[in-house]
């Protein structure tokens, strides 16, 4: 009896509908890792940090590489809705992709074997957590949350989209309006955060009017 063709695909999943955005502050060499992975798809990068700081990508690699220059270039104004704290610049990989599907990931996330040193999955769970910053001194920074909670939770619980709201735009200005109205009196940042989210839809639509070509605005660089 012939054995079977093995049915692995010639082309990978998704190949033609899937960018993987990923923020940085660093070279890239992670990469290598999972390159297996990672080579078939297009890679949207955005730069953390210091835009002047060269960022090295592993030969091979299709990508757009973006940092705050080409941002602000990019979105003028309208720049200040992308965030760079946390690595949440990766929004602006969100913004200037025009594939269906995005898979997102932080540039210290490596391959490694699990706590038996076998590099497959044995159905038991396994992490190597190895933070770059202090989670002492983030607790400090980031405990405001835990009394903004208070009012976020039951925000959340109770936040209903009228049925005016039939687009993703129209339900987030919608809760750019709610935020306002219930979360202002909490802490000034959220009357900021209202007015944020407001930018990001017209930044969005600038980006992505209907019928709109799929070419993307031109990065700091660009390989394959």
């Known amino acids: ?21 990923i923020p940085t502050i660093r070279n890239l060499d992670f990469l290598e890792m999972w390159r297996p992975f990672f080579q078939p798809y297009h890679l949207v990068i955005v730069q ?20 705050r220059n080409d941002i602000n270039r990019i979105l003028g104004p309208k ?7 946390d ?10 992709s025009k594939k269906k599907y995005i898979y997102t990931i932080d540039d ?34 980031e405990n405001n949350g835990i009394f903004w909670q208070e009012e976020l939770i039951p925000f959340f619980q109770t936040a209903v989209l009228p049925k005016e709201c039939t687009t993703v735009q129209k339900c987030y200005i919608e809760q750019s309006k709610q935020v306002r109205d219930k979360l202002s009196k909490t802490d000034p940042y959220f009357t900021k955060l209202a007015d944020t989210m ?17 070419k993307l605005p031109d990065g700091q660089a660009k390989a394959k």
């Open 108 to 141: 210290d996330c490596f391959v490694i074997c699990d706590h038996l040193g076998l590099g497959v999955e044995t159905g038991l769970p396994y992490i190597w957590h190895s933070k770059a910053s202090n989670p002492f001194v983030n607790l400090k920074k």
């Open 79 to 85: 720049a200040s809705c992308i965030s760079f704290k």
């Open 48 to 67: 953390d940090g210091d835009p002047s700081k060269p960022i090295k990508v592993p030969e091979g690699f299709d990508y757009e590489l973006y940092n």
């Open 87 to 96: 690595s949440t610049c990766r929004c602006f990989g969100y913004m200037i």
């Open 1 to 21: 009896m012939a054995k079977e063709s093995s049915s692995v695909p010639s082309t990978p999943l998704l190949k033609a509908e899937l960018d993987i955005v």
């Open 198 to 214: 407001v930018t990001w839809i017209e930044a969005w639509d600038d980006l992505n009017p209907p019928n709109a070509s799929s």
